[in-house]
């Protein structure tokens, strides 16, 4: 994964600033070169996130948590340059955009698999449910920079990711309803279970004390029957003096 997010990371780099270039000296009058600059953005975006994947989970949180507020203070600067009028307040919007869309969201939804695949029968649910929420968001985030940019296609990004979003958040409802049917069962048969156990664990305490009480009892029956130490005693005595 590191060497393909390596690769990724690169490329986006070295592609960014031909982008951008071939975007000012068209004066944004051709579709191509957003396109060309807004897949480089994605392309380095996707590789710096990828650099991550393969970290362990407590480590990988961490990470997400320090994109996240880079996210953050990218969205706080563009409000700084909105509210002061600076130029530079469209793209740095771009940015904060593609690198919540690109690097953080990528890195919460390995999160999310990691998490509830484990929690489900079916590994696949996981990952299409997170996969679905990683869609829908980026989607909604895209549409609202399209429709912040007056570009076209902003409004069926957000209709289409809006769409998404519900039907995501009913079908993890229904996993979640699901995983509670489950764990009551799991826990009934645990209980169940629990109570075969005491039931034989008591069986087993009555018999071991029927066996030891017969013991006793046996024991008891063999000390009556057999003559005591001062009565053979006695008796090895007498048949000394007979002997004499």
Same mark, same amino acid.
Not at 21 to 29: M, P, R
Not at 167 to 184: D, E, G, P, T, Y
Not at 226 to 244: D, F, S
């Given at each position: @994964?590191?060497? /393909? =997010?390596?690769? +990724?990371?690169?490329?986006?780099? #070295? /592609? ?14 051709? *579709?191509? %070169? ?7 953005? #994605? ?7 990828? !650099?991550?994947?393969?970290? &362990? ?8 948590? &320090? #994109? ?10 563009? *409000?700084?340059? =909105?509210? @002061? ?5 469209? %793209?740095?919007?771009?940015? /904060? ?25 079916? *590994? ?9 929420? !990683?869609?829908? &968001? ?5 549409? =609202? !920079? ?13 209709? &289409? ?9 009913? =079908?993890?409802?229904? +996993? ?50 057999? %003559? ?17």
């Amino acid at each position: @994964m590191k060497r /393909s =997010a390596y690769i +990724l990371l690169i490329s986006g780099v #070295i /592609s960014v600033p031909p982008s951008i270039w071939y975007l000012y000296t068209t004066d944004g009058e051709e *579709a191509l %070169p957003f396109f060309l600059t807004f897949g480089s953005f #994605i392309i380095s975006f996707l590789g710096l996130s990828f !650099l991550f994947f393969d970290k &362990v989970l407590e480590k990988r949180k961490k990470t997400t948590w &320090v #994109i996240l507020a880079i996210g953050i203070l990218l969205y706080l600067l563009t *409000a700084l340059f =909105a509210k @002061m009028h600076w130029q530079g307040t469209g %793209p740095l919007f771009c940015i /904060s955009t593609f690198f919540m869309a690109f690097t953080f969201l990528p890195l919460l939804t390995r999160n999310r698999v990691e998490k509830w695949k484990q929690h489900t029968r079916k *590994a696949w649910h996981a990952y299409f449910l997170s996969i679905a929420d !990683l869609l829908s &968001v980026s989607l909604l985030a895209l549409g =609202a !920079l399209f429709k912040r940019m007056q570009w076209p296609g902003g409004s069926i990004m957000l209709t &289409v990711g809006a769409i998404l979003f519900i039907a995501s958040i009913i =079908a993890w409802n229904r +996993l979640f309803s699901k995983q509670i049917v489950l764990r009551k069962e799991a826990e009934e048969k645990v209980q169940k279970a629990l109570e075969q156990l005491r039931e034989q664990h008591t069986l087993v305490e009555e018999k071991q004390k029927e066996i030891l009480d017969s013991i006793h009892y046996a024991r008891r029956i063999q000390r009556s029957l057999m %003559p005591t130490e001062k009565y053979i005693v006695a008796r090895m005595g007498e048949l000394r003096k007979e002997k004499k």
